[in-house]
């Protein structure tokens, strides 16, 4: 909880202006939107065979997509990569974010302000440890990736905060 409250103020310190809090009601709305319209939880298109993808999956891997852990900012695999590519669900192989809509947060995590399709990645609402906060998880098999602010850059205000636990990176010249 600490954590993610001290990269939401280094986020502020670095990227809030006047100007940022005009469109920040507008994408409030557009948030609450999505999580009205995120279907029931076990509706997913991908069933997850949870023995299987403890097999298949490392430890930290499994326990951020399946327990809706989080890992430690500045040690995931891809926070700092540049590389041209698609970001896949570590689970299902679904294309969920591309390096075009990455961009530098400086919070340590995989940061995004879109992702890969129009309902590639779906949102729901998250109360826990005592924040609101708005999940974001793979559309087709429901794995965690992580959660979604509000401060992100323009065209869109977004930041898709994500573990990269809940990827893997594919680039462009291997070709898929
Ligand atoms: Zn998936």
Redesign the pocket.
């Known amino acids: 909880m600490s954590r993610v409250l001290v990269t939401s103020l280094q986020y502020s310190k670095r990227f809030a202006s006047f100007s940022s809090y005009i469109p920040l009601v507008q994408q409030t709305w557009r948030v609450r939107s999505y999580c009205s319209s995120y279907k029931k939880s076990n509706d997913f298109e991908?069933k997850v065979d949870k023995a299987k993808l403890k097999e298949k999956l490392t430890p930290t891997q499994y326990h951020v997509t399946q327990e809706r852990g989080t890992e430690r900012a500045f040690t995931g695999e891809y926070y700092d990569l540049k590389s041209d590519g698609h970001y896949h669900?570590v689970?299902?192989?679904?294309i969920l974010f591309k390096s075009d809509e990455k961009f530098d947060s400086g919070c340590g995590w995989p940061s995004f302000y879109e992702m890969a399709e129009q309902g590639s990645v779906k949102m729901r609402p998250d109360h826990s440890h005592g924040m609101e906060r708005t999940e974001s998880v793979?559309a087709?098999?429901?794995?965690h990736l992580g959660h979604l602010f509000n401060d992100g850059p323009m065209p869109t205000g977004q930041r898709y905060c994500i573990n990269s636990a809940s990827l893997k990176f594919q680039g462009k010249s291997k070709g898929k």
């Not at 689970?91 to 679904?94: F, I, K, L, S």
């Not at 087709?140 to 794995?143: M, N, P």
């Open positions: 991908v669900c689970v299902c192989d679904a793979c087709k098999c429901g794995a």
